[in-house]
C-alpha cells in the first residue's frame, strides 16, 4: 500500500523547539520589572560569545537589523557599495539598502549555494565598502577565501549568518571567522528567541559602536544611568535606532543556548538519513556539504534536477495535499521588483537556476521517524513511482 493510500499525516515545515523551561524562563524578568535591555540580555551576550569564540556579543532585535547595525558600526552609507549574493532572503540586500549604500548581487557557487569568492572579486570597484556573505540554509560560507579577498582590496566582511548559529568553518565557529556575523532567533532558526539576533565580533570599538547606535545613540547606557550616585544628562551625538533585545526574549535564548548542540545532533542525524534515502531518488540531488564546513540543517533543500519528471511546483502543491508543507529554496532578490526598480537588470543565470529548482522539506528536531519516513515515501511515489 501506498503512503497515500494509508494515513494521511500533517507535518509543517519546521516547529520551534520550545519546551516547559522556555515558558518559565522570562519570570524572573517580569518579576523584577527590569524587562528591557538589562541583566538577561547581557548574560545572553557572554553565553553566545562564549559559544562562538567571539569577544563581544551584541544583542538586537532581528538579524536584520542586526545587518543593519554591523554596516552603520562601519559607518557604510550613501556613496558605498556593498557586495552581497541575490539568492538569499530579502533581508539581507535590504539592510544595505538601510544604510543608503548601493546594493552590487553576485553569484552562487551551485553546489554550495553560497557567495562565489572569485565573482565577489569581479565586483569589487572603488567604491566598494565591505562584503555580505551569507551562510545559506545553514551551510557556512567559504569565509577564508573571502577574507582573503576582503584583504587584498581593503573592504570589510560582514557574515550574515542568520541560519549558522551553532554551524563550523574549519571547525572554527561561525561566529568567529569574520570581522562581523550576525545571527538571527527567528522562529524558523534553531534556536529562538520569538524575534532576535546578535552581532559577534572580537573589535572592541566595533562592539561599543553597535551598542551605543542600537540604544538611540545615546552617550550612557540605561545600565549606567541606574547605577549613577547622582543625576546624569545624557547627550546624543549621532543618528542611532531602537534595536534593543528584551530581557524576556533573552531569558528564553539562555535556556535555547545551552540546548543547541543536542538540537544539532537531532537535525544531523535526520539530515544524514534524508541524505541517505532521498539521494536514491532519480530526479532529487540532496545537499552538497563541502569538507570545511559543518551545516546546521537550519532547513533540508532538495534540489530538483534535469532528469525529474515534475517541475518544483507542481511538486510542492502535490506534497501539500499529501499534509506536507514545504517552502521554494531560496528566493532570487535581485528579481524582485523592490531590486529590479533599485538595481536594474542583472544577468545571475546560477542562482536564477537555483532559485528555481530548489525546494525545502519538513526538519525539525521534534519530527518523528514515521513524519520522517511519510515524507521520504511521499517523494519516492512522486517521483519514482515505478519503484
Ligand atoms: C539569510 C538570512 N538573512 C537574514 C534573515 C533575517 O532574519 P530576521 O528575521 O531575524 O531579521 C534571514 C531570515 O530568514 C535569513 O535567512
Known amino acids: 500500500m501506498t503512503v497515500e493510500a494509508g494515513k494521511k499525516m500533517s507535518i509543517p515545515i519546521t516547529k520551534p523547539a520550545l519546551g516547559e523551561e522556555e515558558a518559565r524562563a522570562p519570570f524572573d524578568s517580569i518579576k523584577s520589572g527590569w524587562v528591557t535591555q538589562g541583566p538577561k540580555v547581557a548574560e545572553f551576550e557572554k553565553a553566545v560569545a562564549a559559544y562562538v569564540g567571539a569577544r563581544h ?4 532585535t532581528s538579524c ?3 545587518l543593519h547595525l554591523a554596516l552603520a558600526s562601519l559607518g557604510v552609507g550613501p ?3 556593498v557586495i552581497v549574493p541575490s539568492f538569499t532572503f530579502i533581508a539581507s540586500a535590504n539592510a544595505i539598502l538601510y544604510t ?3 546594493v552590487v548581487f553576485c553569484e552562487i557557487d551551485p553546489r554550495t549555494y553560497n557567495a562565489d569568492p572569485a565573482d565577489i572579486e ?3 570597484t572603488k567604491r566598494t565598502k565591505a562584503i555580505m556573505p551569507v551562510d545559506q540554509i545553514g551551510l557556512p560560507c567559504d569565509i577564508d577565501a573571502i577574507n582573503e579577498v576582503a584583504k587584498r582590496h581593503g573592504v570589510d566582511v560582514v557574515e550574515d549568518a542568520a541560519p549558522a548559529i551553532g554551524g563550523a ?3 572554527r565557529k561561525v561566529g568567529s571567522n569574520a570581522h562581523q556575523t550576525v545571527f538571527s532567533f527567528h522562529p524558523r532558526k534553531v534556536i529562538t528567541t520569538g524575534e532576535g539576533g546578535m552581532i559577534t565580533t572580537d573589535d572592541d570599538a566595533l562592539a561599543d559602536k553597535a551598542r551605543k547606535l542600537r540604544a538611540h545613540a545615546m552617550s550612557v547606557s540605561d545600565l549606567d544611568r541606574h547605577k549613577a550616585d547622582r543625576p546624569i544628562i545624557e547627550e546624543y551625538h549621532e543618528l542611532g535606532f531602537n534595536y534593543r533585545m528584551t530581557d524576556i526574549q533573552a531569558s528564553i535564548g539562555l535556556v535555547q543556548i545551552r540546548r543547541l548542540d543536542e538540537l544539532l545532533r537531532i537535525r544531523v542525524e535526520k539530515a544524514n538519513r534524508y541524505d541517505r534515502e532521498l539521494g536514491r531518488i532519480g530526479g532529487l540531488a540532496v545537499p552538497s556539504v563541502p569538507p570545511y564546513a559543518t551545516h546546521t540543517y537550519q532547513s533540508y533543500c532538495l534540489r530538483l534536477t534535469k532528469d525529474a519528471h515534475v517541475e518544483r511546483d507542481e511538486l510542492m502543491a502535490r506534497l501539500l495535499r499529501r499534509g506536507i508543507a ?3 529554496g531560496v528566493m532570487a532578490s535581485h528579481l524582485e521588483q523592490v531590486y529590479r526598480d533599485r538595481v536594474g537588470r542583472v544577468a545571475l543565470p546560477v542562482t536564477e537556476d537555483a532559485s528555481r529548482t530548489t525546494m525545502l522539506i519538513p526538519l525539525f528536531a521534534a519530527m518523528t521517524d514515521d513524519e ?3 515524507v521520504i515515501e511521499s517523494l519516492r511515489e512522486e517521483l519514482d513511482p515505478a519503484s
Open 57 to 60: 556579543g551584541v544583542a538586537t
Open 100 to 102: 543608503g549604500a548601493t
Open 122 to 124: 569581479k565586483r569589487i
Open 79 to 81: 556613496g558605498d557599495e
Open 372 to 374: 520522517q519516513t511519510y
Open 169 to 171: 568553518y574549519k571547525g
Open 326 to 328: 514545504t517552502r521554494r
Open 64 to 66: 536584520t537589523t542586526g
